[in-house]
């Protein structure tokens, strides 16, 4: 199971940080993926990170801005959204796959419930 957490509504510039945080699934031997959904959009994937292979990865519309860790020892994963633009209001998901990362939904068989986030002044 995956819970995120931490979405709300902030200005353009500023920032926020989702948790992802995940029970019967470890992140020792998985790798979570970022996505999000705006109204009327495909879901799309922001990022992705394994610790267990070493990678980490972003779309190239969040680089930079963006930033997913994670703590094995607490088994959660975060994204840090900086820099924040209208253009990143959605829901943003979380989800899990054995080891390696992917921008392939269907690569991934756990999903969290969602959280929203909303830019706007």
């Known amino acids: 199971q995956l819970v995120e957490s931490g979405g709300g509504l902030v200005q353009p510039g500023g920032s926020l940080r989702l948790s992802c945080a995940a029970s019967?699934?470890?992140?020792?031997?998985?790798?979570i993926g970022w996505f999000r959904q705006a109204p009327g959009q495909e879901r799309e994937g922001v990022g992705c990170?394994?610790?267990?292979?070493?990678?980490?990865y972003y779309t190239e519309s969040v680089k930079g801005r963006f930033t997913i860790s994670s703590d094995n020892a607490k088994n959660t994963a975060y994204l840090q959204m900086d820099s924040l633009k209208p253009e990143d209001t959605a829901v943003y998901y979380c989800?899990?796959?054995?080891?390696?990362?992917?921008?392939?939904?269907?690569?991934?068989?756990?999903w969290g419930q969602g959280t929203q986030v909303t830019v706007s002044s």
């Open positions: 990170i394994s610790r267990s292979v070493g990678t980490t």
């Open positions: 019967g699934i470890t992140l020792d031997h998985s790798a």
């Open positions: 989800a899990a796959a054995p080891y390696y990362c992917s921008s392939f939904r269907n690569h991934y068989g756990h």
